[in-house]
């Protein structure tokens, strides 16, 4: 059995796509757009 230290790396090669990023970008932009009309935001945390 390997270890986990002698598996292949996980590719994370698709992570930062143009995609990825433009949408990244829209979520943070309604969701300030939401704070500062205090509405509640789309994707809600707790702290």
């Known amino acids: ?3 986990h230290l002698e598996r292949e790396p996980i590719n ?3 992570v930062a796509t143009p995609e990825s990023i433009r949408d990244t970008i829209e ?3 309604a969701n ?3 704070f ?6 789309l994707s809600p945390t707790q702290l």
């Open 27 to 29: 979520l943070v932009t």
């Open 1 to 3: 059995m390997q270890s």
């Open 32 to 34: 300030l757009d939401a």
């Open 12 to 14: 994370v090669q698709g």
């Open 36 to 41: 500062f009309a205090g509405e509640p935001l």
